[in-house]
């Protein structure tokens, strides 16, 4: 079992930044898939980037540039940095893990972008 706890999330102004934190139950050490993924009202949820524990990384189009995925293995924690925010960037954002085949989410945070 894998529980995840998102954290960083609140309002920000276009062009500012944040960032959200992943924190796992236990150790991230054997976990080969994490990812962040959002989802704004009235729309699908969707990938916005993720890591592998070889470090390879994956990103969206729309947020490419602008965001960094990371992760701390000793801190058993995913870093979602995010930068020059935009509107659209709003959505509540949810830290994902793959382990054991099983899908594992967190309960999500809301990152509000608005002047």
């Known amino acids: 079992q894998v529980q995840l706890v998102e954290s960083g999330g609140g309002l920000v102004q276009p062009g500012g930044s944040l960032r959200l934190s992943c924190a796992a139950s236990?150790?991230?050490?054997?976990?080969?898939?994490m990812g962040w993924y959002r989802q704004a009202p009235g729309k699908q949820r969707e990938l916005v980037a993720a890591?592998?524990?070889?470090?390879?990384?994956n990103y969206a189009d729309s947020v490419k540039g602008r965001f960094t995925i990371s992760r701390d293995n000793a801190k058993n924690t995913v870093y979602l940095q995010m930068n020059s925010l935009k509107p659209e960037d709003t959505a509540v954002y949810y830290c994902?893990?793959?382990?054991?085949?099983?899908?594992?989410w967190g309960q999500g945070t809301q990152v509000t972008v608005s002047s």
């Open positions: 994902y893990a793959y382990y054991g085949f099983k899908d594992y």
């Open positions: 236990g150790s991230i050490l054997s976990i080969y898939y």
């Open positions: 890591i592998t524990s070889d470090v390879s990384t």
